[in-house]
């Protein structure tokens, strides 16, 4: 008899027979009875007999109060604990004395009728060794990258273009003010400056009277130097 209710009703008995074991819960599957298969205890009684399926020598050749280690807990890739995966598998006592990190036997927590025990990740003579690095690679840690904060350059030499692009829009429809000659001059000889080295130089075409910039300008009589 596993278990009782309080009134001393067997709610689940087990007996042995040669290499395997069988188990009857005196309840039903619905509440008609018992409210005990709506409750979390009656998941993990289910889950605890399952268990008794991982002994190597039949389910039903050692002390019944017993089982195999179910894991609890595993450590994954980061060393954090995690909830084990429904599919693993329980691992008997004799294996679990001798267990070694593994797939099979990951390190982690693990549970045997009640009692708590680890498959630590390292064994206690485990000795840890720097890392030698071949001869050509060199050790980098994160302090060695410096970040420099470019946003604010880029923001300002947009502004910039923006302005000058701006200017040079206002400057060729006439809303700015007349120019002196000579500082017309000297705008023309930046604007063409712009066109030729800005402009893409397979696009031109020296055939293209079009594409061929001419420098000139407007007798207006205007006396202004």
């Given at each position: ?211 061929t910039l001419r420098l000139a300008y407007v007798r207006t009589g205007d006396l202004a130097d």
């Open positions: 008899m596993w278990a009782t209710l309080s009134d001393n009703s067997p709610l689940v008995t087990a007996q042995a027979r040669g290499r395997g074991l069988i188990v009857l819960f005196h309840v039903s599957a619905t509440p008609e009875w018992s409210d005990v298969p709506l409750s979390g205890l009656f998941v993990e009684i289910l889950r605890r007999t399952l268990a008794f399926a991982a002994r190597a020598d039949g389910a039903g050749e050692r002390e019944i109060s017993g089982g195999p280690f179910v894991a609890q807990r595993l450590l994954d890739g980061y060393g954090s604990l995690a909830p084990a995966p429904q599919d693993m598998q329980p691992i008997a006592p004799e294996a679990f004395t001798i267990a070694q990190p593994s797939p099979a036997t990951p390190p982690g927590l693990y549970e045997r009728a009640g009692v708590s025990a680890a498959i630590d990740a390292v064994r206690p003579d485990d000795s840890f060794q720097p890392l030698a690095l071949p001869s050509g690679i060199a050790r980098a840690g994160l302090g060695a990258v410096i970040e420099r904060p470019l946003a604010g350059w880029l923001f300002g030499l947009a502004g910039l273009m923006l302005a000058i692009d701006l200017l040079i829009a206002l400057l060729l429809v006439g809303k700015l003010p007349r120019l002196p000659r000579r500082a017309s001059a000297a705008a023309a000889m930046v604007l063409a400056g712009l066109f030729v080295f800005g402009g893409d130089a397979h696009a031109q075409n020296a055939n293209d009277p079009t594409q």
